[in-house]
């Protein structure tokens, strides 16, 4: 069965950085895209960033383009994304995911940007 945990949320002041990390378990098959999403309190659940496996192309929201940063250790079966920059409009659950011949979610982690 896969699993998708992600780790590495908190409060951080505006400004400040965070790295959060999604680690999979069990086997995931062709895998096409990994990415990152986010949803604030009464709002839709946003995608932030796409990666694409096949030639680890990335596509970026505009309102991370250049704070965000996706990557992925294959070793460890796990994607990081790198937050510079924080704003309070950042303050979320993000939540990573994986599509494949199917598509997993994990459970997320609560981000808290300060002003």
């Known amino acids: 069965q896969v699993q998708l945990v992600e780790s590495g949320g908190g409060l951080v002041q505006a400004g400040g950085s965070l790295r959060l990390s999604c680690v999979a378990s069990g086997r995931i098959f062709r895998v096409n895209t990994i990415g990152w999403y986010r949803q604030a309190p009464g709002q839709q659940r946003r995608e932030l960033v796409a990666?694409?496996?096949?030639?680890?192309?990335?596509n970026y929201a505009d309102s991370v383009k250049g704070r965000f940063t996706i990557s992925r250790d294959n070793s460890k079966n796990t994607v990081y994304l790198q937050m510079n920059s924080l704003k309070p409009e950042d303050a979320a659950v993000y939540y990573c995911?994986?599509?494949?011949?199917?598509?997993?979610w994990g459970q997320g982690t609560q981000v808290t940007v300060s002003s």
């Open positions: 995911y994986v599509k494949s011949v199917a598509d997993y």
């Open positions: 990666l694409i496996t096949s030639g680890d192309s990335t």
